[in-house]
């Protein structure tokens, strides 16, 4: 079954350090990945996505994540945290079943940014 | 464009009663809908798909019966959570998929349940 999984649920960095917050998927078929922020008590905000095409894709406020086919990686980075990065991060999965695609998501990381 | 809503944004209700929670597409046709809960802390956990005009697909350990979805229209969602009991207590989010995308799902704000 095809399904993510996020590396340490936890990350803390210094303000201007780099982001990286880690996530595998497993799946035996292309797979179609998003990584989601949430801040606290918020709904879900899409960062970025990868279809098909570029394997490193750009996203907003700064974050980006390539997808690594032979890794089965899509790790999201930011080259400078920002107090306000501090949030929830999901990634996500798209998996097939019959109606269509439905989104599967990953633990989730908490981001801690320190001044 | 891709816009969901929630109706209420935050509901507490005793224990026994039921709610009822909204979920929209404000600017496109969902063809497809998606409820998830989300526990303090934890990540979002899928509960049912529903295609318009079609019975709800509950995830393996949903209760159908505690949980009723409809999907009566192309724009509109409902959940009821029927005798609520404090552990169903929860964050609800919904999604929508419409017919521009096979895969791609535009989230709703959430819906904070409260039991007491």
């Known amino acids: 079954a095809q399904s993510v999984t996020q590396l340490g649920s936890h990350v803390s960095v210094s303000e201007g350090a780099l982001v990286l917050l880690r996530c595998n998927y497993s799946?035996?078929?292309?797979?179609?990945l998003f990584w989601y922020v949430q801040y606290p008590n918020q709904g879900l905000q899409l960062l970025l996505k990868y279809t098909t095409g570029a394997t490193l894709v750009k996203g907003i406020n700064g974050f980006e994540a390539e997808f690594k086919k032979s890794e089965t990686s899509f790790h999201l980075t930011k080259p400078s945290a920002h107090m306000s990065d501090a949030a929830e991060y999901f990634c996500?999965?798209?998996?097939?079943?019959?109606?269509?695609?439905?989104?599967?998501f990953g633990a989730g990381t908490r981001l801690f940014v320190k001044a | 464009g891709a816009v969901v809503s929630q109706h209420p944004s935050w509901v507490i209700c005793k224990s026994g009663t039921s709610v009822k929670i909204e979920c929209r597409s404000l600017?496109?046709?969902?063809?497809?809908m998606f409820w998830y809960r989300q526990f303090p802390k934890q990540s979002l956990m899928l509960m049912a798909t529903?295609?318009?005009?079609?019975?709800?697909?509950?995830e393996q350990g949903v209760e159908k019966d505690k949980f009723l979805i409809n999907h009566a229209s192309l724009t509109l969602s409902t959940l009821t959570v029927t005798s609520a009991h404090p552990e169903d207590s929860s964050f609800y989010i919904c999604s929508a998929r419409g017919t521009g995308s096979a895969y791609e799902q535009y989230f709703g704000p959430g819906t904070r349940l409260t039991v007491t």
């Open positions: 529903s295609n318009e005009g079609s019975k709800a697909t509950y």
């Open positions: 996500a999965v798209s998996v097939f079943y019959t109606g269509g695609f439905k989104t599967i």
């Open positions: 799946s035996s078929v292309p797979p179609y």
């Open positions: 600017d496109f046709q969902a063809t497809t």
